[in-house]
């Protein structure tokens, strides 16, 4: 190991949960003025200021990298100073006007945070706490404050100038400049705040709400973008229908503007009548955009429209409580796409997600409580943990009260809670208050972290014709918690008959203790348990079944998702089998997936996800020491039996799911999936015209879904054909940044041996940039991701990945920091990989000016 000694001059110190103090001073309202220029741009802001807390206590004012030029006090110059990045300023009293005039430098901004400027476009992000890079400002979510903005910027470059709620005025100004003002009835905490400003054109469109206003919506892009906004603007529609007929919530503003950035650190932000998003959520058609795209695109606009009364109207009380809005959110936006397609393909979709990085998470060094209890940068704590494991938690407790329930509960939460600052516990209150429930243990669900395991054991009394179900819970230790209390884990159960296949019992069982027997009586025949069915909790079963049993269900089960699920446990403990014995039968797999493909009765989509190998990274996180190769090879050569053994099947599927032209509705979806599906099995299985057939697909599609479905195919191949449609596509989309994204992605997730060396030398290639977030998580991104490619045994991913944090640090610390989880997981590798791993994150550790968030990061994954 290298001997690498810390430099770093102090720890950055953590911001813990349990030092919550309400603010000393409230902000009832400020304007905002912005003399607005991408190098140079000036802000002046007038606060009406309250005292809140001790007298005397001086105005402290958040800051960040801004240049400042001026204080007043009720228009006379001000008694103040800084401490650090902080404005304090002497002598205030309630109800006086502080008024600041800083500078600040939009181009120069690579951290996204704050104003910058994106393609020419001058935008905002302040969530978490980018608004004190904009102005100084008591930056935390419970200052509510009413917002008038005025901006004035050059009409030729900036002709369009939005702001959060309604505009309320506009003109021209001398030297060909112009003005716009914006004003926001709603309180609102900072951190929604936002401006644009930009050569921008709008598709409009209007929504009439249940109570008959009319509002006018707008989705900004630049012009030649416009034909690509028709679905966001349908899914935009869809989501406010759907928040009123389910939730009851009704939009409050006359307009709701969209505006798509191609730079941006994440997927989107719920800006107060003003949501800014990631161009890839946003722009789609059927030539640049999968069906995957498509359903991301739907998906963030429910999810950011959403956010309008989860996370608005009603918002957190500090950042530990961001699973309040965030697994909230993320809960609808789910049961949003649910409604618009198949419910279970999306239940499997989000499962599968939540196993790919949550689970991960939750498993190693960064594990943390859906309400953490201290970070020292809150921008690592937008996590699969606060959104997805959150989403878990509150899908349990409609679990638990039924769908009436959970209503009458968001219905008082929202009652109670419009206009405030809340918290988690009020959530829960509003649930136990509505429902006269007990739901104290369940509070644990927020407290610890760790995914639970449940063991279950089913024994049939033959004589007495009863099942007795024992089930156990264990929640694992994680960092700071040694010790778990056993939580209430909500398992719908059902058995069916191993004879006849009839259905016994299905219900849901609350799992309290550490400890529980089930009875199920009148159970005539050996029973075969289906268990988690939906993924009613966010736990790991072990269960013991038979390969029979699990075929069993994978072929009968009522439930789709546990079918799906017991074909997983199938696949899994055939390819744990075969890693531990070098070899294994791949019979029992095999007749489950011909089972599958030939029933028809099964949707097409579903059936393409039912047979769908497990990733090498879910199959890793299922063993105590990760084997990259091992796994690999077991996959692979189950994947070549399959291919092989159901050739006919996957041909004449493939067939049947060839389509004369691009249609976009759930079935034509299930098709496209399905296809490329067949056709990657019948590439592992060797048939000798796969290569071929991926070609001619790829040619002849009319749509993105089976051109990058064939381009996967091909780049994990050796085919001559790989290298032409690489080129092919390289050429048909240059210039198009989201479909370059996707040229860079495709190739940093190939299986290929030399995928190392190939994106290496893709970091080199003229079209790769550290600056852009997309571009970065493309291929950095995707490389991290790829578990062969990373953990190659020379270390060479490592100290590349390394490389990477330690360049994009320098420009965007958010950016560089969520690429380090995957180095944290040296504990599950061997020695000689564990080494190499915590020598680069000692490098890093090491190095001069690091950020908080890299260095949080870091030292927690050495842990
Ligand atoms: N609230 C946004 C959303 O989930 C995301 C903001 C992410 N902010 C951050 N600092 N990572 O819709
Ligand atoms: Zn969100």
Redesign the pocket.
């Given at each position: 190991m290298l001997d690498v000694q810390t430099t770093q001059a102090a720890a950055p110190a953590p911001t813990r949960r349990e030092d919550y103090r309400p603010p000393e001073w409230l902000v009832p309202s400020i304007d905002l003025d912005f003399d607005l220029g991408a190098e140079r741009t000036l802000v002046r802001s007038r606060l009406t200021v309250e005292r809140n807390g001790a007298e005397g206590a001086p105005l402290r004012l958040d800051g960040e990298n801004l240049t400042l030029l001026d204080v007043r006090v009720n228009g006379a110059p001000a008694d103040y100073a800084l401490d650090g990045d902080m404005l304090i300023v002497e002598g205030v009293n309630s109800g006086d006007s502080v008024e600041t005039t800083v500078a600040i430098q939009p181009a120069a901004n690579t951290q996204l945070m704050g104003l910058y400027a994106s393609g020419g476009i001058l935008c905002t992000q302040c969530?978490?706490e980018g608004f004190r890079r904009i102005t100084f400002f008591p930056d935390r979510p419970d200052v509510l404050s009413r917002y008038t903005v005025r901006m004035s910027a050059d009409k030729a470059l900036y002709p369009v100038l939005l702001a959060n709620g309604d505009p309320v005025g506009s003109g021209d100004l001398e030297g060909g400049r112009h003005y716009a003002e914006w004003n926001d009835p709603y309180p609102k905490p900072c951190y929604l705040f936002a401006l644009v400003a930009g050569d921008l054109q709008a598709n409009r469109d209007r929504f009439v709400t249940q109570s008959g206003r009319t509002v006018d919506l707008g989705i900004w892009v630049r012009p030649e973008d416009l034909p690509k906004t028709h679905h966001a603007m349908a899914a935009l529609k869809a989501s406010m229908a759907w928040d009123e007929k389910v939730y009851g919530r009704e939009y409050d503003l006359d307009v709701f503007n969209i505006v798509a950035v191609s730079d941006f650190?994440?997927?989107?932000?719920?800006n107060k009548g003003l949501n800014i998003f990631n161009s890839r959520y946003i722009l789609a058609d059927p030539d640049t955009a999968t069906d995957a795209d498509y359903d991301a695109v739907a998906g963030v606009v429910a999810?950011?429209y959403f956010?309008n009364w989860s996370g608005n109207r009603v918002t957190c009380r500090d950042w530990f409580q961001l699973s309040l809005k965030?697994g909230f959110t993320v809960f609808r936006d789910q049961q949003f796409s649910a409604d618009q397609g198949s419910a279970a393909v999306k239940r499997i979709e989000d499962v599968r997600a939540l196993r790919a990085i949550q689970f991960p998470e939750d498993a190693g060094p960064l594990a943390h409580p859906i309400r953490p209890e201290s970070y020292i940068e809150i921008?690592n704590f937008?996590t699969a943990t606060i959104y997805d494991k959150g989403a878990e938690i509150i899908r349990m407790m409609h679990t638990m009260l039924g769908g009436e329930g959970f209503r009458r509960g968001t219905d008082l939460y929202f009652e109670r809670h419009d206009g405030e600052a809340a918290t988690c516990e009020d959530f829960v209150k509003a649930m136990e208050d509505a429902n006269g429930v007990d739901l104290s243990r369940f509070r644990l669900w927020y407290a610890q972290a760790g995914t639970p395991r449940i063991t279950a054991s089913l024994r049939h009394d033959d004589a007495a014709g009863r099942a007795h179900l024992t089930l156990e819970q264990a929640v694992p230790p994680t960092p700071g918690q040694d010790s778990k209390q056993p939580m209430p884990v909500p398992l719908k159960v059902a058995l069916f008959g191993d004879l006849t296949g009839e259905k016994y019992a299905d219900r849901l069982i609350v799992l309290e203790g550490v400890a529980q027997e089930v009875i199920f009586d009148g159970i005539g025949e050996r029973p075969i348990l289906s268990i988690n069915r939906d993924f009613s909790a966010p736990v790991i079963v072990e269960a013991d079944r038979s390969a029979g049993d699990l075929a069993f269900l994978s072929a009968n089960d009522d439930n789709p998702f546990a079918r799906y699920e017991a074909m997983q446990q199938l696949m899994l403990d055939t390819l744990l089998g075969a890693i531990r014995n070098g070899a294994a039968d791949s019979g029992p797999v095999t007749e489950a997936v011909r089972r599958t493909l030939s029933d028809p009765n099964l949707d097409p989509a579903f059936i393409a996800e039912a047979v769908l190998m497990p990733s090498e990274a879910f199959i890793g996180d299922q063993m105590e020491m990760v084997d990259p190769n091992a796994i690999h090879i077991a996959r692979e050569a189950l994947r070549a039996d399959l291919g092989a053994d159901l050739e006919r099947l996957w041909r004449d599927l493939y067939a049947a799911t060839t389509a004369n032209r691009f249609e976009y509705s759930p079935a034509a979806k299930g098709a496209r999936r399905l296809r490329t599906v067949a056709l990657s099995y019948l590439m592992a299985g060797g048939a000798e015209d796969a290569a071929a057939l991926a070609r001619q697909q790829f040619d002849a599609a009319d749509n993105m879904t089976d051109r990058q479905g064939a381009l996967g195919v091909l780049v994990n191949s050796d085919a001559p054909e790989r290298e032409a449609a690489l080129a092919a596509f390289y050429d048909r989309y240059r210039g198009n940044a989201l479909v370059i994204d996707k040229w860079f992605s495709v190739q940093a997730l190939s299986t290929r041996p030399d995928t190392g060396a190939v994106v290496k030398a893709l970091a080199d290639h003229p079209d790769f940039t550290l600056s852009n977030p997309n571009r970065l998580r493309a291929l950095i991104g995707g490389f991290a991701a790829n578990q062969c490619a990373l953990h190659v045994a020379d270390g060479s991913g490592y100290r590349f990945l390394a490389d990477m944090i330690l360049a994009v640090d320098k420009l965007n610390p958010?950016t560089a920091a969520r690429l380090v989880p995957p180095l944290g997981r040296w504990r599950r590798f061997d020695a000689d990989r564990a080494d190499k791993m915590k020598a680069e994150l000692s490098r890093i550790l090491a190095a001069d000016d690091l950020s908080k968030d890299v260095f949080e990061q870091v030292s927690k994954s050495l842990g």
């Open positions: 969530e978490a650190n994440f997927g989107a932000m719920e999810h950011e956010h965030e921008s937008y958010q």
